[in-house]
């Protein structure tokens, strides 16, 4: 089932959209104002964002930023009807696409579909195989491809890496890679994580665009970025 994250301060829109999408068969959670938002997207896996321009304190420009800052989760923006600039600005900041208030309902569902076939989540590879544009990695034979050169990882980079690949594009917090990956919890003066990161990227290297991989989150914990040109398959 797929999750939407709803982020606008109109109470009755949220509730409409909620009896919909839960009838179309989607899960739908509600924030009231943008800090809320991101509150509830650093605690909980949600597969697309519905994204209001104007709320209370920080505005949705504002919001987008920050979410872009962490992860690629898609995102729709509700603009002001006729605001031709709001949707440029929008678009350039990182939304993967707009409606305009007041909308169809069935209009909003089509476009929430198209993202997600856009973002490539719905794809499925293997349950033994993950894959994010050029690295592939087969969990069976425990093996890592990137541009199909076999990248030798040690037991320890390759839990690390599939834990990363499987939320590639969400966040995942240092103190749970700890606990999933090396079996304890992190302590303060831990970096045996960071060192194992490190390698890690070391062996992968970087996109062919020069960008990152394996972006770090200060205080926060890591995420398997993409290039901008690729997609994710699990």
């Given at each position: 089932?797929?999750?939407?994250?709803?982020?606008?301060?109109?109470?009755?829109?949220?509730?409409?959209?909620?009896?919909?999408?839960?009838?179309?068969?989607?899960?739908?959670?509600?924030?009231?104002?943008?800090?809320?938002?991101?509150?509830?997207?650093?605690?909980?896996?949600?597969?697309?964002?519905?994204?209001?321009?104007m709320l209370?304190g920080?505005?949705?420009?504002?919001?987008?930023?920050?979410?872009?800052?962490?992860?690629?989760?898609?995102?729709?923006?509700?603009?002001?009807?006729?605001?031709?600039?709001?949707?440029?600005?929008?678009?350039?900041?990182?939304?993967?696409?707009?409606?305009?208030?007041?909308?169809?309902?069935?209009?909003?569902s089509?476009?929430?579909?198209?993202?997600?076939?856009?973002?490539?989540?719905?794809?499925?590879?293997?349950?033994?195989?993950?894959?994010?544009?050029?690295?592939?990695?087969?969990?069976?034979?425990?093996?890592?491809?990137?541009d199909?050169?076999?990248?030798?990882?040690?037991?320890?980079?390759?839990?690390?890496?599939?834990?990363?690949?499987?939320?590639?594009?969400?966040?995942?917090?240092?103190?749970?890679?700890?606990?999933?990956?090396?079996?304890?919890?992190l302590?303060?003066?831990?970096?045996?994580?960071?060192?194992?990161?490190?390698?890690?990227?070391?062996?992968?290297?970087?996109?062919?665009?020069?960008?990152?991989?394996?972006?770090?989150?200060?205080?926060?914990?890591?995420?398997?970025?993409?290039?901008?040109?690729?997609?994710?398959?699990?």
């Open positions: 089932m797929k999750s939407i994250l709803m982020i606008d301060d109109d109470v009755e829109l949220c509730t409409l959209l909620e009896d919909y999408f839960q009838a179309e068969g989607f899960s739908f959670a509600r924030a009231y104002s943008g800090d809320e938002g991101l509150d509830m997207l650093a605690e909980g896996q949600y597969d697309i964002v519905i994204l209001d321009v209370p920080r505005d949705g420009f504002e919001i987008l930023k920050a979410i872009r800052s962490a992860s690629l989760i898609p995102v729709i923006m509700l603009t002001a009807k006729g605001n031709h600039l709001d949707r440029v600005v929008g678009l350039e900041i990182g939304a993967d696409d707009y409606i305009c208030k007041p909308f169809d309902t069935r209009e909003l089509a476009r929430v579909r198209a993202v997600l076939r856009r973002s490539g989540l719905a794809e499925t590879l293997s349950e033994n195989v993950l894959r994010v544009e050029d690295l592939e990695m087969d969990i069976r034979s425990r093996s890592v491809k990137v199909q050169r076999t990248i030798p990882l040690t037991n320890v980079e390759f839990r690390l890496l599939e834990a990363l690949l499987s939320c590639a594009g969400k966040r995942i917090s240092s103190e749970q890679l700890s606990i999933d990956v090396l079996g304890h919890p302590s303060p003066f831990d970096r045996s994580l960071s060192v194992h990161i490190s390698k890690l990227r070391q062996k992968l290297g970087l996109y062919p665009c020069g960008s990152e991989r394996i972006k770090t989150l200060r205080g926060e914990g890591f995420i398997y970025v993409f290039s901008g040109k690729g997609s994710f398959s699990p």
